[in-house]
């Protein structure tokens, strides 16, 4: 049985699990085909039963839209999925039920698959910030900064600005350029595409249903989508204990499975999230489709218990925004401040 990580030596450990993972990367076609129809059918369904739910009450609106948004959550994480090459067998398959997801995720396929992967390549190494994951400084970077920059940081890291306008600028402003690749034509036109199909889309619904109905239901969807998706991705990574080092010292399969979290949730919340809290499992093998992440919970326990963190204990993961690579944890501004008069306070020498 394979073993958990040892002080001495952690990179053949985990080496060792992405063999055992292997088995279970193989999608099943018609699995996968079912996954899509039971997410894409219900959030259509809801997205009708929103529009004539106005006439009646908008606060029925807004209840349908709570279950429509979590359908939307699932069907970006479908589009995860086909980005890594996961949820078909097939390339082009992937691709294109990717592609078309984008239009309704708001999120250009290509451009996404591409920062995602480098997100996947430099999770955890300190060198390599800046692709895909959430803006953390260290302890010593922070207290560098100068006042104002400081400030940035701090609202930049507020819990309003992260779960709540920066998703929102996110996926209705900034995914509308290739930010990142701006030298592309390639993302460009993922990112063109999708906005003209968009666009198209959106045209022909505001034809039938009106322009007012159409975006009172768009975007409380759409909105609590991005909050929701952008929390599931902050506390995948974002915990006391997850793993932040420097070259030489990072390794891709360390930084994998045990700087990326086992999101514990209840099980309705699991199926609306594709089992994407199985986060340390995906990072290390990110070609297991999300339905059989589970399986190998079941199969190898021990799993389970690394980097588990359950659905209360993630709240407390909001006040930790600071890498101290003294301790090797996250901490919270209080205690990063702490640490650094500490080590301020002159050292008295007796004679």
Known sequence: MLQQKKADSTAPLTRDWTKAL??????????????????????????????????????????????AAGLLVRLFLI????????????????????????????????????????????????????????????????????????????????????????????????????????RSPHHWVSAMGTNVAAAIVAAIVIYFVGFGPFFMVLLPITLLAASFGVWLFYVQH?????????????????AALYGSSHYDLPKIL?????????????????????YR?????????????IKRLTLMESFSTVKLRLWDEGQKKLVSFRTAYALHSQKAEPVLVRS
């Open 270 to 290: 699991r199926w609306f999230s594709a089992n994407i809290g199985i986060h340390h499992v995906h990072h290390l093998y990110s070609k297991i489709p999300f």
């Open 79 to 182: 589009q995860h999925d086909c980005g890594h090459g996961a949820f078909f067998r097939n390339r082009k398959a992937n691709n294109w039920v990717g592609r078309v997801l984008g239009i309704l995720t708001f999120t250009p396929y290509e451009v996404w698959r591409r920062d995602h992967a480098l997100h996947h390549a430099s999770s955890g190494n300190l060198d390599k910030r800046g692709f895909g994951d959430i803006l953390t400084l260290t302890v010593e970077e922070y207290m560098a900064k100068t006042r104002w920059q400081r400030l940035s940081y701090r609202l930049y890291r507020n819990p309003i600005v992260m779960f709540g306008i920066g998703p929102a600028y996110v996926y209705l402003l900034r995914n509308r350029i290739p930010l990142g690749f701006m």
């Open 22 to 67: 292997a088995k279970y990367r193989k999608p099943s076609h018609l699995r996968s085909i079912l996954e899509l129809a039971m997410t894409g059918v219900p959030f259509l369904a809801l997205w009708t039963a929103a529009w004539w739910s106005i006439s009646i009450s908008y606060w029925l609106t807004l209840a349908l839209c709570i279950p």
């Open 238 to 254: 974002q915990f006391e204990e997850t793993v932040w080092e420097k070259d030489p010292s990072w390794d891709l399969h360390d």
């Open 293 to 305: 992440l589970p399986q190998v919970l079941r199969d190898y326990p021990e799993l389970a218990s």
